[in-house]
Every structure is written in structure tokens, then in C-alpha cells.
Nanobody, 121 residues
Framework: QVQLVESGGGLVQPGGSLRLSCAAS????????MGWYRQAPGKQRELVAT???????NYADSVKGRFTISRDNAKNTVWLQMNSLKPEDTAVYYC???????????????WGQGTQVTVSS
């Protein structure tokens, strides 16, 4: 089995910072891309940021310059540093990873359980 476990969400005031972490564990052979997505109440899940195993990154326009995604391939962990947070960043944040399990031929997308981020004064 493979698990993605997120941590680091919470309540923060506008302009504040949070750092989300996501660790993948289990029968993992290799991880391709990892990323963060978010879903606000009444809205569809949207991409926040992704990072390849080689370190190439991609960001949603709404978070460019404020959020930074990074990863440690040896630890199967991805982080999302969120600065200058705005009320519109309030959402449940989900970690995702494209993983090839030991003994498998293909990559499958796995998801974490989600962590709530609330930006409010």
C-alpha cells in the first residue's frame, strides 16, 4: 500500500505564512511528479503547484510569487511554503503524487486526505 500524509494546515491571519508537508510511504519504487491542489467550498479542485522529480516547478497564476513548492526525493516528501496568504487562499489543500509501486509497471496518482487552510482575521 501507499499513503500520502499531509500536515501543517491551520488558521492564519491575512499576510501570514504556513508551510504544508506531505510524506509518501509504503511500497514505493519511484515517484514522478508531486503536487498540491486545493478545493474551496462550492468550487472545483484546482492545481496550486507541481514539481517533477528533476525539480521543475509549475504554479497557478494566483499563487506565483507567494507560494514555493519543494521536495526531497530521498525522503519522498514535498512541501508547500505559503507566504502573503490571502482570504481567497482558504481551502482544503491536497497533496498528490504519481507513484510507481514496487513490482508495478505503471504510475498511479495517489492523494492525501487533505488539510484545512483558513486565512482570516
Amino acid at each position: 500500500q501507499v499513503q500520502l500524509v499531509e500536515s501543517g494546515g491551520g488558521l492564519v491571519q491575512p499576510g501570514g505564512s504556513l508551510r504544508l508537508s506531505c510524506a509518501a510511504s509504503g511500497s514505493i519504487f519511484r515517484i514522478n511528479a508531486m503536487g498540491w491542489y486545493r478545493q474551496a467550498p462550492g468550487k472545483q479542485r484546482e492545481l496550486v503547484a507541481t514539481i517533477t522529480s528533476g525539480g521543475s516547478t509549475n504554479y497557478a497564476d494566483s499563487v506565483k510569487g507567494r507560494f514555493t513548492i519543494s521536495r526531497d526525493n530521498a525522503k519522498n516528501t514535498v512541501w508547500l511554503q505559503m507566504n502573503s496568504l490571502k482570504p481567497e487562499d482558504t481551502a482544503v489543500y491536497y497533496c498528490s503524487a504519481r507513484i510507481r509501486r514496487v513490482g508495478a509497471a505503471n504510475y498511479i496518482d495517489y492523494w492525501g486526505q487533505g488539510t484545512q487552510v483558513t486565512v482570516s482575521s
